[in-house]
């Protein structure tokens, strides 16, 4: 049986993609920009750095490796500062978030790369309704063994990635009653939500080459899973996560994936199960509607408790591996967070009541991006 290439990478070493929003500065829309801020950027050193994104009102970083997570500090910086001045430049300001509160997706423009307008030719209006943004998170695994079995066990903690990251309550004009509400739109695709329950990498690889075969994916970027393996860079990828208000915050999301990710390789716990598949559904709405309120169900013991106690109990359980990779302080920043039950959705809502309109909640998403340093 053929076997799908795996490109072992250093255990636990990460890296991070966010998705942001070009925002008009005068009306707080979102602005189709990207082709003339990418202009600018393929003459810079930020080239391989910053990319477009399916439609024109959004643009990606992507992270260069690291092995520990202050590395990303400074990376992150850099970008920040960077991102800013071209935004001056264009008349662009940018923002974090996982939707846009009041943007329409018909009045998206795809971006002109053959990759995009492919995907367009096929999705249609799905494409442009992708106008969402999000924080993915690779993390290295040294066999290919190890990514699949990372990729199932990370399925038990998504909900806890989506509550520590939900900041899309608004969407098309309306409060969605979600916390985040982006991860709605992707259930719409094929190959979208949870990885098939396949038990080694054997398995994984015909089913692969079976998909291919068969013409229903052409490349691993075809599916759409929340977790993912990406064989070609030797990482695990997390998909759920809402681009956060702040860079800061998409550092601490990252520490906490890591470090969870350092608790699993070392003891491998035995929590695959089919459980966990038959409860997936219910936890991800769980954490997508009530965020940190949400109800889990265990998959071992099938007892029903609050996300958030399920979550305090899990910083409990990893805090050795959090300190052996300097992310305890990190780790504690979110555990604060989820104490008092406050995450960006929670803050944007506060915004939208105190100003009293969309756009003016919108310009003080901006104001957040721009203001705070991730140094501070």
């Known amino acids: 049986m053929r076997k799908l290439p795996f490109k072992p990478s250093e255990a636990l070493s990460i ?3 966010l998705e942001f929003q ?4 005068k009306t707080y829309d979102l602005v189709s920009r990207a082709k003339e801020l990418m202009h600018d950027i393929t003459q810079s050193t930020f080239k391989e750095t910053i990319k477009p994104e399916v439609t024109q009102s959004m643009i990606e970083i992507n992270s260069s490796i690291h092995n520990s997570v202050s590395g990303l500090v400074a990376e992150f910086e850099e970008l920040r ?3 800013l001045g071209l935004g001056v430049k264009h008349h662009v300001h940018i923002a974090g978030g996982g939707t846009h509160a009041f943007q329409k997706w018909s009045a998206q423009k795809i971006f002109p790369s053959e990759r995009y307008k492919k995907l367009s030719k096929i999705y249609r209006f799905l494409s442009k309704q992708t106008t969402v943004f999000g924080q993915h998170v690779h993390i290295g695994c040294p066999s290919a063994e190890d990514a ?3 990729t199932h066990a990370l399925g038990r903690y998504v909900p806890h990635f989506i509550a520590l990251a939900a900041s899309s309550p608004f969407y098309q004009g309306a409060d ?3 916390q985040s509400s982006r991860l709605t739109i992707f259930n719409a695709f094929p190959q979208s939500g949870v990885v098939p329950y396949l038990e080694d990498w054997a ?4 089913y692969f080459y079976k998909m291919r075969r068969m013409g229903v994916i052409d490349t691993m970027k075809d ?3 929340d977790v993912r393996p990406k064989p070609e860079f030797g990482t695990v990828e997390v998909r759920v996560c809402d681009t956060p208000l702040t860079m800061q915050k998409a550092i601490l999301i990252a520490a906490y994936m890591q470090s969870l990710v350092h608790y699993l390789l070392d003891n491998k716990p035995d929590i695959l199960c089919r459980d966990l598949y038959y409860l997936y559904s219910f936890n991800r709405f769980q954490a997508c509607r009530f965020g940190f309120e949400g109800d889990f169900f265990d998959a071992e ?3 029903r408790l609050s996300l958030k106690d399920d979550m305090l109990n899990t910083f409990k359980l990893i805090a050795p591996y959090a300190e052996d990779l300097n992310n305890t302080n990190y780790l504690a920043v979110l555990e604060n967070e989820i104490q008092q039950n406050t995450n960006d959705a929670a803050l944007l809502r506060s915004i939208y009541h105190r100003e009293g309109s969309l756009a003016a909640m919108v310009g003080e998403q901006c104001n957040i991006w721009a203001n705070n340093s991730v140094l501070s």
Request: proline letters at 4%; glycine letters at 8%.
């Open 15 to 17: 890296g991070v993609e």
């Open 22 to 25: 070009l925002v008009n500065p």
């Open 81 to 83: 500062f960077f991102l």
């Open 148 to 150: 699949l079995y990372i």
């Open 176 to 178: 969605s009653g979600f």
């Open 203 to 206: 398995a994984f690889s015909d």
């Open 223 to 225: 599916f759409y899973w």
């Open 301 to 303: 013991s099938l007892l």
